[in-house]
């Protein structure tokens, strides 16, 4: 477990973790691994929508990846289902909760519609 204080300083400090950087909020925080994306949005003050607290059922977490696709695994069938039933889907639409990336990526906060 990262010490909160200690993220959202991946810009400043080289911590060997991925780099999430947020284009829309002009703010750079990591991804410690295993943990999803969201979680660490939520440690570094991110204010995102989650209604399920991130277990992978409500989509309002959903994120446009801009770079780095190649440091995340393809959605999974539960992360597909809800993409498709939020009317989200396209190649760079992700869920937050469900993005554990292992290089660094590039998202944007989708509004919600
Ligand atoms: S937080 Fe609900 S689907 Fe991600």
Redo the contacts with the bound molecule.
């Keep these: 477990m990262v010490p909160s204080f200690a993220r959202g300083l991946s810009a400043v400090f080289n911590t060997g973790m991925p780099n999430v950087r947020i284009v829309d909020r002009d703010q750079e925080i990591f991804a410690p691994p295993g943990e999803p994306v ?1 979680f660490a949005m939520w440690e570094a003050r991110v204010n995102i929508m ?12 959903n994120v446009e990846v801009v770079e780095g696709h190649e440091h995340l695994d393809p959605p999974h069938e539960g992360e597909q289902y ?1 993409l498709a039933r939020i009317k989200r889907q396209g190649p760079n639409v992700r ?4 993005l554990m990336p292992r290089g660094d990526i590039a998202i944007r906060i989708r509004p919600e519609a």
């Design positions: 969201l989650s209604v399920c607290g991130g277990n992978c059922s409500c989509g309002t977490c809800v869920l937050s909760c469900q």
